[in-house]
């Protein structure tokens, strides 16, 4: 998942960055690296593709 990505879901969804840190489990700046295609800790990808899949899921609901 890119940077971008996680940043058009994000918005998809009409999240703030606090928001998606929230969802999942980390730091405002850690989204903020993210988004910005800086290094971050952890296994992220796993929370980022779980993000995907609800955004997805909230879509086809709307």
């Known amino acids: 998942m890119?940077?971008?990505e996680v940043r058009q879901i994000r918005e998809r969804l009409g999240?703030?960055?606090k928001r998606l840190a929230e969802f999942l489990g980390v730091s405002q700046p850690t989204v903020f690296r993210i988004e910005n295609?800086?290094?971050v800790p952890?296994?992220?990808e796993r929370l980022l593709r779980q993000v995907s899949v609800s955004a997805e899921q909230e879509a086809r609901t709307s």
């Open 42 to 44: 952890g296994p992220i």
């Open 37 to 39: 295609d800086q290094p």
């Open 15 to 17: 999240w703030s960055q």
């Open 2 to 4: 890119t940077n971008d």
